[in-house]
């Protein structure tokens, strides 16, 4: 399945400014269409990974999902799956480069299961990819963390992937730590989490979380002033941002 | 991806005979190829499922796995899972007829999501398929047991499938309970649990267990007669199978 | 807190004929108001309750709930909490009468921490009260059952409340099972789990469901007679929903 | 270890009257001794096995404990423990007789590892013990019951004990469900739950039972007759079990 | 429910120089008091909080607890909650200045939900009050912890409050982490854990650990001189203590 | 049970340059004995302990494994286990030189006891032992790592053995962390996980390990040269592996 957009890295560039908390809060109120019977329809807000952790602390990710799926191993599966360099597990890193995240769905039973370690993973250093984001564990982090790639996993492990795990397709639809992944979907990723933007809404999440973010800046200077708690401003009510965009015309037309 | 091998219902009816238990340890037995080295290969061992529990207790269902795979639900996936009657999961079920368990790889993040309840899974009774085993909640257990479905699932709940998981495909590889499941592979499943026997060794497996299971009564007698520890007999050796083998012989001359 | 509204016993009848299942489709439907910023305020949904189940299986209870709250025991706390027969836990059954759930927010630290058994309960038994629903696990469940009570508790178990839990306050709003429960609220529970109604929108809610019910049953009838998978008719569509009560008034009309 | 008191079979008959809930209570308030300083020393009160849950529901078993091992596997391991009849899992049950119960620490790190199946325990039943208290899973439970064998473990499972466990060593003290059990201590076990008491108390532990039983019915009494919060006179303070004395003596100096 | 006791500054300093290890231990040999029956009567010893984690590693803290209990979410209680800078959350840090720590029970379903992030503490921060100890999670760790704050929580997210938790009362007991904590009490935490110590029995604890820690150094001194397995001195009998005692009161004399 | 086999010092030189995943690989690769049927028999995989984590990040530990058990404490077990400086834990540690580790089996039904704390492993210290692996919880944590130990546990925690945990045994197999660990293995433990090394096959196992790191980092500057998937090369097949002796056969021929 092709990404129906490509994100250009000039919005990466914007996202590469925010956090993982922002990027939640911006697809989070994304509202669903109104066709639908509301109750019977999804929302966009499913979008943070649970049980997938930081490896690589103080390292924040932004990319593009480039997506692998994993099943239990068996004989007869490794007859389809071990096709040397055109595997399923290298194609998928073979469309990782700068500005690309590789987004793992093990699924695994064992928890000590790891897709990849440093032999593996080579390929995405080759590459310039941006990291790495799995619900099972990573092998040898000390090499993969010196390829300069963010790791968001499980756990860490010094375990392969067999008898656990086999890598079995590459850029479909995955379910990674409970969130849907399309191919070409915008993670971002810091030690707070893992937050999944919708390839097709990530200019309109990042537009919005801009301003917010102005307000928010804005607000706190208020709350600062005044020394009142932060309840008097907070949560912003449509009021408040208002009042901010008023402010931020004035300063405008002022500094214009 | 179509079965390699359609299991007929004469092999089908040899499994009806014997337990869940006896299934998972004639799997157990099944060497892999020797070509491979062996210890990066995989073996036909993980055949149990895991937190996969009978809710129809004191039911036995032995059938071909029919499959089907959901993922986390977000409105652009609705529009292409929303089909109507030509949905996956309605596929997934039109391919259940009498000998056919329907297995469901939900891989839900919330344990209450259901992924289905007695609405849709009246196909299946319409179909007199054998039953469903479901990594999700089944909702509405009472109605469904109705419809003589055995029923395996991960718990029992009243919830919906949204917004938790959306059917999305079927007919393919699927890991249900950290297990494989290919389509068409053979489901034996009791009140001990679920195992899964791959459609190309289904014959081989019933065979070794039928002669299995008369090797253990004719120990059984041996260790109720002469009142001994049953370790004095079990695990039975290659030497006392080869005992039982004769016995089996001598009396068949005789008989004769 | 008093409940806001006293929920009639004529509405408790009209639950008491359908299953939690169903109750959490109403109450799930139920739309927020629209005054709030749509993503910033909270729904209706969070009804039903997690790691709560069935004790007394295949007992349904439908009643108005009546709250009791405890906290880790410490030697001050016994010199609030231990009242005798005025003790926050005998308030609380003394409040519960038939039609009436005891519905308790233990919040154990233990799991086989018991807030009540057989001679506590009792009391229940002298009242007439429906059943007890508790996030604690529950003792002499053999001894309780036999008052005819419903219960549904995290698990069985053969121990006390002390030294994990102490019953505090009573008559005012707790999380049981991670959902709000306010005093007068309907629960209905049964083998599929346990649902939360808002006291204030029970009548709402039981009146969708009725009529949801009644088109769910004429759309089984089409898919039996049709013989087509449930997807064509089910989810039931607004536009489906308008054929039923076209096929109901022409139904009154005939009959009239 | 040798027991180092053997429970007679007159001190069994009495637990076989009472529940697991009420042999927790008679042990839980066994008092330390006094010589260490008292919070350095240990209590009686870890009594309660915890995720050993009842397999055979609505049987209750009473019995001496006979204690059995496991360790994981491995080849140097099996040199040791392969014995045959002699080894340590048939000289564990060689130990068992009427009145007797099998009592295992499995400790496996696989929740689907079972200790035994039908097989094995075909000793038990030769032997006529009564029952099997173990922290692993249970293979063929549906064969075993029919022993009659009252069975608690952690949950079934079609598995067997390889690769996963193997018996090592028996007559050992063992942590079973996180209580110490000694060899000869008395194993209660019903629907609540498993509670152990400690050989050298049992006596002591029965007779405060059976006069706490004999109160909580006299004072339930009062309960009913006077139409009060059990809170009245439960839980038992000192003055009201004297009460109950003086009426106990008064009845018999009556019927005298 | 104003604090019985408010602890002095003086007596938070004292404690700013021991760690939790230490509190810990001061507060389990609290002996409860002699009147009530030992086993019907709780102890002081549940102490330690389960599952809240230091966030801010190398960090202690040390301050009284002021308390705040969150509910989950519903229309109708946000009628209750929101009343801007005077809602519960807001009125909880008001009462928090420097050695003061806001101790949180979200008992939240979802172990995503954060009680707080950046801007509501910000109120802290103004307060300089010393820290947060929360069963939720934390967002924005890194902006709060710029606020000089010490975190301890349950684990970091990315998420808000709504739709999982929502600010309720305070100044009230609450459960945070299975532990009683009265307004008043003394937390203190550091990487071990987090330890309450009952705001009456402060000063009688600081006094016993101030001994114990000298006669642990007295006694380490003895095991390094004369090299021997510190089970020769540990753990510190009466007899060794009275010992200890003699040497400091000879060291005194001497040094007088 | 004393250690079959000593593993010297320069083989366990050899293993301190490598990984504990490397460790990991060579023990998984082991071939169980062909004598006995193969799916009856053990395997030497189960080398990886589950739930035992680096306590003191990014160091490496390497040793031989000196065994002790806990039980749950009872008055009666602390007459047997309480005999000072000759209790099991420090006849434990007094097995414990330079380039041993002690490894605890504690199997708490608490995770929050701890085995030791700073004043019993002092002992380790004055007699400079590698360091700690344990499956309960290490206290003191800052004070332990001074003493310059490696520090492998489930958690850390200010609590103490009591009344959790007792040391009841020493110089025995036991179970750490789901696997066998017999008195003597040599034990290698780094931020990736703890790896338990058979004594008898170190020598064989650290040979392989060395042969195959070269045949890695000459399959890598392949790769890194070709600029291939790593697939072409990796996992490294037999066919492979020849061609890499063939090269460094070559290489010591040219230098030679």
């Not at 509202?31 to 049980?51: G, I, K, N, V």
């Not at 968001?152 to 995955?174: C, T």
């Not at 537009?207 to 917010?212: K, S």
Request: glycine letters at 8%.
């Amino acid at each position: 399945m092709d990404p129906k957009v490509q994100v250009p890295d000039a919005v990466l560039e914007r996202f590469r400014k925010i956090t993982a908390a922002t990027a939640y809060s911006g697809v989070w109120r994304l509202r669903p269409s109104e066709s639908a019977e509301w109750f019977a329809s999804a929302t966009w807000q499913r979008c943070l990974m649970h049980d997938v952790w930081p490896q690589t602390p103080g390292r924040r990710i932004v990319g593009r999902a480039r997506t692998l799926r994993y099943l239990p191993p068996r004989p007869d599966l490794l007859e389809i799956t071990r096709q040397g360099a055109d595997s399923a597990e290298y194609r998928a890193m073979g469309r990782c480069g700068p500005g690309d995240v590789l987004v793992i769905e093990a699924h695994s039973a064992d928890p000590y299961a790891c897709a990849m370690g440093n032999m593996k993973t080579r390929q995405l250093w080759h590459n310039q990819a941006e990291g790495i984001v799995s619900d099972a564990a990573i092998r040898d982090l000390d090499l993969v963390a010196e390829y300069g790639l963010g790791v968001f996993a499980k756990q860490r492990s010094p375990a392969g992937n067999l008898p656990f795990i086999e890598g079995y397709e590459e850029n479909e639809p995955i379910n990674c730590g409970g969130v849907l992944v399309m191919p070409g979907d915008v993670i971002i990723a810091d030690d707070d989490g893992v937050v999944v933007v919708p390839a097709q809404h990530a200019e309109k999440v990042i537009d919005w979380i801009e301003e917010q973010e102005a307000a928010e800046a804005w607000v706190t200077q208020l709350i600062d002033e005044e020394r009142v708690p932060p309840g008097k401003y907070y949560p912003i009510s449509e009021e408040t941002k208002q009042r901010f965009r008023e402010s931020q015309q004035a300063r405008e037309d002022f500094t214009r």
